[in-house]
């Protein structure tokens, strides 16, 4: 799977947009992005994934570039729940195997939401 | 849907002690799944793999006699930790995907894990 860099750290103020940057400049063609968090001491929570155009849900919306080498995760309402480590991984979608599916987490980006 | 539960939440042992910790989709069938361990401020490693009736595959370094996996049915997985030692203290995390397809993960809420 191609590696991602992110920020280790992030602030936001509640109620900002939080925009959480990640560089995946070696991603191939059948690979997505996908995005989760870990609020702390609970399993990670999925939050949207994307192929190459941009996405959005309830929960954020995903900004990919044109050119898929780089992303942003947006939270357009931050709240203090929203505190985290946000994790981006980049991995083929489908697999009839157990390799695809496996998720490599990196170090994610700590966001901290503060009033 | 997709709900993964796991049980205990977590559990205190003594050391040389086995404790198995199990893993359930309530509302899915899990063709796949998979152990993580997360040590504190660290981010989650994966342990191993299992796919229901068949043996895990563990990840390099970790040790498949101490941490025993068994997927016996779609909707159930066990990790025992064996012979606990202080240094197993840890999160242990398990995920599951969905039968057919799509790679999509769906995570536990941890069980968090104190040998004294």
């Known amino acids: 799977d191609a590696k991602t860099t992110q920020p280790p750290s992030m602030d936001c103020a509640e109620g900002r947009a939080a925009n959480l940057p990640c560089n995946h400049s070696?991603?191939?063609?059948?690979?997505?992005v996908y995005w989760y968090r870990q609020i702390h001491s609970q399993g990670p929570q999925y939050i949207i994934h994307?192929?190459?155009n941009n996405e959005t849900n309830e929960m954020a919306s995903l900004i990919i570039t044109e050119d898929r080498k780089s992303s942003t995760l947006i939270l357009p309402h931050a709240t203090l729940r929203d505190t985290a480590v946000y994790y981006c991984i980049v991995r083929p979608r489908t697999s009839n195997t157990g390799t695809a599916s496996k998720l490599t987490f990196g170090t994610g980006t700590r966001l901290q939401v503060t009033l | 849907g997709a709900v993964v539960s796991q049980h205990p939440s977590w559990v205190i042992c003594k050391s040389g002690t086995s404790v198995k910790i199990e893993c359930r989709s309530l509302?899915?069938?899990?063709?796949?799944m998979f152990w993580y361990r997360q040590f504190p401020k660290q981010s989650l490693m994966l342990m191993a793999t299992?796919?229901?009736?068949?043996?895990?595959?563990?990840e390099q370094g970790v040790e498949k006699d101490k941490f025993l996996i068994n997927h016996a049915s779609l909707t159930l997985s066990t990790l025992t930790v064996t012979s606990a030692h202080p240094e197993d203290s840890s999160f242990y995390i398990c995920?599951?995907?969905?039968?057919?397809?799509?790679?999509?993960?769906?995570f536990g809420p941890g069980t968090r894990l104190t040998v004294l």
């Open positions: 299992s796919n229901e009736g068949s043996k895990a595959t563990y």
């Open positions: 070696t991603i191939s063609g059948n690979e997505y």
């Open positions: 994307g192929l190459k």
């Open positions: 995920s599951a995907r969905k039968h057919g397809g799509s790679v999509e993960q769906f």
């Open positions: 509302d899915f069938q899990a063709t796949t």
